[in-house]
């Protein structure tokens, strides 16, 4: 059996990075691998951090780039390999762009997909964007639905998938963070090397979707901005995303503000290192919803509404919204309330036991 994994990204990269390590130790399969580059640097470090080493590497990121053209490269750069390879399956990840061109060239080449991570839904198509209607359309064209949650698997019955094409393995996010954490690390960054972890109560931020830019932005960082101002014992560690955006709002607001440092983003090994010593996760990321819980971490999601339902369920979760008093109420629960934060950092995490990589290879030699 001749597998093709594509990725584009570095969220993508980390959640593939366990599937396909395990590929390539099997026997009776031919795993090939193709990166996109939709991200270049951010890709690189994880691609470094795990060992892996793309077959093709289509290098399609440019200064500035549109939606539309990273469709429209990854359709054409992609063909090629789909002609010289001619792979049994696909299989891509998720919800990027790189996600749907990817399945998109597969259908037109008659190439089954395997889609990780399938049957995430906000039924918002303009939140998260683009990302729910790249994984909406992918779900139309894939033929094998690897299905994080049982919530996902219903998701995607509700929408005519058929059920013997659902499978439900949990999120490969768990293999990946349980390999990493269970390295030692110390910290090479100098702001985080002089943080006090063990006196001071760490809250880890990140900020950064498409959806928050502009007012929405705004409320989050002034709610932290609060939090700093009346709690003299925490510290917020903000790696910043590269958009210009986010750092102009993040820089207008918390630059220069006591015990907020705002520092440059951080591999994915010091990331997740930096979250296992944090007191609290304040996020707009999907990723985190999954990864914190697993360390213990309770999350306040930033976002009007969540794709992973399942965390708000099981109580790792809160859905904190955009506005600036509901942000910091939220928080200063946590803060002022320690039976509060031990639920939440004592809720079973719902994303499954780490081996999902495994679960998702047996069933590719049954079915494929």
Do not use: W
Not at 25 to 43: D, F
Not at 195 to 223: P, W
Not at 321 to 350: C, F, W
């Amino acid at each position: 059996m001749k597998v093709l994994t594509v990725f584009g990204t570095r969220p993508e990269a980390i959640k593939m990075a366990p599937l396909v390590k395990r590929l390539n130790l099997e026997p009776g399969i031919e795993s090939v691998l193709c990166v996109t580059a939709q991200h270049r640097e951010m890709l690189d470090q994880v691609l470094d951090l795990f060992q892996l080493k793309p077959d093709y590497d289509l290098n399609i990121m440019q200064p500035n780039q549109t939606i539309s053209a990273i469709t429209a490269n990854v359709l054409t750069g992609i063909e090629e390999v789909f002609v010289k390879e001619r792979p049994d399956i696909v299989l891509v990840h998720g919800d990027t762009t790189t996600t749907f061109a990817a399945s998109l060239a597969a259908f037109y080449n008659k190439v089954k997909i395997g889609h990780v991570e399938a049957g995430l839904r906000t039924y918002d198509k303009y939140s998260p964007y683009p990302e729910e209607m790249n994984r909406v359309l992918t779900s139309h064209l894939a033929d094998f639905h690897f299905a994080p949650t049982e919530n996902n698997r219903l998701n995607l019955l509700k929408e005519g998938v058929t059920d013997d094409a659902i499978f439900v393995t949990g999120n490969t996010v768990i293999d990946a963070l349980l390999e990493v954490a269970d390295k030692p690390y110390s910290f090479q960054d100098e702001t985080l090397k002089g943080i006090d972890f063990i006196n001071k109560r760490v809250i880890t931020v990140t900020c950064h979707r498409r959806e928050n830019l502009g007012e929405y932005m705004v409320q989050i960082f002034s709610a932290i901005r609060d939090l700093t101002l009346e709690f003299s014992d925490i510290e917020i560690i903000y790696p910043v995303h590269m958009n210009p955006k986010v750092r102009s709002t993040a820089n207008e607001i918390l630059k220069g503000i006591d015990r907020v440092h705002l520092i440059e983003p951080l591999q994915y090994q010091p990331f997740v290192n930096l979250m296992a010593k944090s007191y609290l996760i304040i996020t707009d990321s999907g990723g985190m919803q999954e990864e914190a819980p697993a360390l213990g971490k309770p999350v306040l999601v930033v976002r009007k509404e969540t794709e992973r339902p399942e965390a708000v369920a099981a109580g790792t979760v809160k859905l904190a919204g955009v506005e600036r008093e509901t942000i910091y109420g939220m928080a200063r629960k946590l803060l002022t309330d320690a039976s509060a934060h031990q639920r939440m950092a004592n809720a079973i995490n719902p994303y499954g036991d780490g081996h999902a990589a495994e679960h998702i290879i047996s069933i590719l030699k049954r079915r494929v």
